[in-house]
T-cell receptor
Framework: DARVTQTPRHKVTEMGQEVTMRCQPI?????VFWYRQTMMQGLELLAY????????DSGMPKDRFSAEMPDATLATLKIQPSEPRDSAVYFC??????????????FGPGTRLTVL | AQTVTQSQPEMSVQEAETVTLSCTYD???????LFWYKQPPSRQMILVIR??????QNATENRFSVNFQKAAKSFSLKISDSQLGDAAMYFC?????????????FGKGTKLSVKP
């Protein structure tokens, strides 16, 4: 049963600390998305990768956020330094994008981040 | 830029009754996808139903059906024979057709309560 996994599921940290969230996409998928969910903003795209290359990271605060795909089985989202306003649920999703046709995005369970 | 609007923050339905959740969107594209996602308290994002804009026929999945009005840019979800397990947040989402812009654009969500 292929699924997207995310670690950690919950993270509580203090302001100023570094936070790293990890995502393992479904094997064979070539696209990975990072979304953030807050009560105020809802679900919004932070960044996404195609074949490990960043295609769009315009939704991500560049001064403190960074996203990478060290290899095809791992995507990371890092916040340094973290701030209370970063408290949210961070979702990773993966999909297999072809030149045409429908491609479903499969979501991971999310990482709930609380920054005190 | 595309936008998705869900004007009902909360809805309530009696078990076994029918409820309709509203969604409108804005886009200048002619080809795109529309989705309804369910998010139960577990936070997992679950795809409920999708609609391709080029298809005139409304999509159906068991008790779930949509009313897609392309000219009006409206995409409502009807849940028939509501069950207690249908209680969740429901998100309407949009995606451009084709692989170049693969991310989902979400509405703010509608919280559905089901009364026994």
């Amino acid at each position: 049963d292929a699924r997207v996994t995310q670690t950690p599921r919950h993270k509580v940290t203090e302001m100023g600390q570094e936070v790293t969230m990890r995502c393992q996409p479904i094997l064979g998928h070539n696209t990975v998305f990072w979304y953030r969910q807050t009560m105020m903003q809802g679900l919004e795209l932070l960044a996404y990768f195609r074949n490990r290359a960043p295609l769009d990271d315009s939704g991500m605060p560049k001064d403190r956020f960074s996203a990478e795909m060290p290899d095809a089985t791992l995507a990371t989202l890092k916040i340094q330094p973290s701030e209370p306003r970063d408290s949210a649920v961070y979702f990773c999703a993966s999909g297999l994008v072809r030149t045409s046709g429908y491609n479903e995005q499969f979501f991971g369970p999310g990482t709930r981040l609380t920054v005190l | 830029a595309q936008t998705v609007t869900q004007s009902q923050p909360e809805m309530s339905v009696q078990e076994a009754e029918t409820v309709t959740l509203s969604c409108t969107y804005d886009t200048s594209e002619s080809d795109y996808y529309l989705f309804w996602y369910k998010q139960p308290p577990s936070r997992q994002m679950i795809l409920v139903i999708r609609q391709e804009a080029y298809k005139q026929q409304n999509a159906t999945e068991n008790r779930f059906s949509v009313n897609f009005q392309k000219a009006a840019k409206s995409f409502s979800l009807k849940i028939s024979d509501s069950q207690l397990g249908d209680a969740a947040m429901y998100f309407c989402a949009y995606k451009n057709y084709g692989g170049s812009q693969g991310n989902l654009i979400f509405g703010k969500g509608t919280k559905l309560s089901v009364k026994p």
